[in-house]
């Protein structure tokens, strides 16, 4: 059983910052791609940046381009989203997810195992 474990979340004022983590129960080599997903009440899940194992790829989704930056650490199976300038659009439970079979990055869909999630709530 595949575990994703995010920490991090909490409220933050406009402009601020935060780190979230994301412990893997397993190598995280083993995945292809490990990615962040948000969620916001009513609307639907949206995908936020990616890493890709093999080639250390990132991609990131054009409203956090430049404020928000993921990375990994593999001797810690770990990944992480530091997120810079929040601003309250930024307001959502944030999920972490490992693909593990698939080289896609940007549907929820492709990914095999989500974490349970974490809030983050920026105040304007």
């Known amino acids: 059983q595949v575990q994703l474990v995010e920490s991090g979340g909490g409220l933050v004022q406009a402009g601020g910052s935060l780190r979230l983590s994301c412990a893997a129960s397993?190598?995280?080599?083993?995945?292809?791609?490990m990615g962040w997903f948000r969620q916001a009440p009513g609307k639907e899940r949206e995908f936020v940046a990616a890493v890709i194992w093999s080639t250390g790829g990132t991609y990131y989704a054009d409203s956090v381009k430049g404020r928000f930056m993921i990375s990994r650490d593999n001797a810690k199976n770990t990944q992480y989203l530091q997120m810079n300038s929040l601003k309250a659009e930024d307001t959502a439970v944030y999920y972490c997810a490992a693909n593990r079979y698939s080289g896609g990055i940007y549907y929820p869909s492709l990914y095999d195992y989500w974490g349970q999630g974490t809030q983050v709530t920026v105040s304007s």
């Open positions: 397993i190598r995280t080599g083993s995945f292809s791609a």
